[in-house]
T-cell receptor
Framework: GESVGLHLPTLSVQEGDNSIINCAYS??????FIWYKQESGKGPQFIID?????DKRQGQRVTVLLNKTVKHLSLQIAATQPGDSAVYFC???????????FGDGTTLTVKP | IAGITQAPTSQILAAGRRMTLRCTQD?????MYWYRQDLGLGLRLIHY???????GKGEVPDGYSVSRANTDDFPLTLASAVPSQTSVYFC????????????FGNGTRLTVT
């Protein structure tokens, strides 16, 4: 069946380094992708999104890359800080469906 | 602060009991959702509502019911709780348009004993 998944369940980086979190999706009808950050004891929070007619989108310290050919999504965090430690989820929306399907999440740990 | 409010924050419930998890939003969003989050299984959609007066089933609807009497409130009811319903429950809403992210509450941690 269709699924959204993350390549690695955990990622540990040194403070100041760049982080890359990957996500694979299999629904070719998906046309909108979102990254969420979830801190302990809280609900997921929107970080950045991208539509399928784009291959890159930049925010503040974050960049999302979309490769539709291989159905791959990545989140890049520049100069990772301790406050970036959290679980990161990718989610995809199928055109006109309105509902999001989530990946299992990657836990990012930033070492001081 | 605008957003999603969920109550209670946590609850321990005896198996067989009825429980309603409350969710209220003040953003006037049409679409609302209930997800459960279990370790290793990510977020799974239980029920959703595209607008007041309508509801739909998600991926794991069995054992749960919802109602959407108005735009702001979207309660989730467990008619007869079972231990497998032990989970963290998140309510979310979404603004207009397909390309709109979800806004989540801070969840209700439910333990069914």
């Amino acid at each position: 069946g269709e699924s959204v998944g993350l390549h690695l369940p955990t990622l540990s980086v040194q403070e100041g380094d760049n982080s890359i979190i990957n996500c694979a999706y299999s629904n070719s009808a998906s046309d909108y992708f979102i990254w969420y950050k979830q801190e302990s004891g809280k609900g997921p929070q929107f970080i950045i999104d991208i539509r399928s007619n784009m291959d890159k989108r930049q925010g503040q310290r974050v960049t999302v890359l979309l490769n539709k050919t291989v159905k791959h999504l990545s989140l890049q965090i520049a100069a990772t800080q301790p406050g970036d430690s959290a679980v990161y989820f990718c989610a995809e929306n199928e055109a006109n469906a309105g509902k999001s399907t989530f990946g299992d999440g990657t836990t990012l740990t930033v070492k001081p | 602060i605008a957003g999603i409010t969920q109550a209670p924050t946590s609850q321990i419930l005896a198996a067989g009991r009825r429980m309603t998890l409350r969710c209220t939003q003040d953003m006037r969003h049409n679409a609302m959702y209930w997800y459960r989050q279990d370790l290793g299984l990510g977020l799974r959609l239980i029920h959703y509502s595209n607008t007041a007066g309508t509801t739909g089933k998600g991926e794991v609807p069995d054992g749960y019911s919802v109602s959407r009497a108005n735009t702001d409130d979207f309660p989730l009811t467990l008619a007869s709780a079972v231990p497998s319903q032990t989970s963290v429950y998140f309510c979310a809403s979404k603004g207009q348009g397909i390309d709109s992210p979800l806004h989540f509450g801070n969840g209700t941690r439910l333990t069914v004993t």
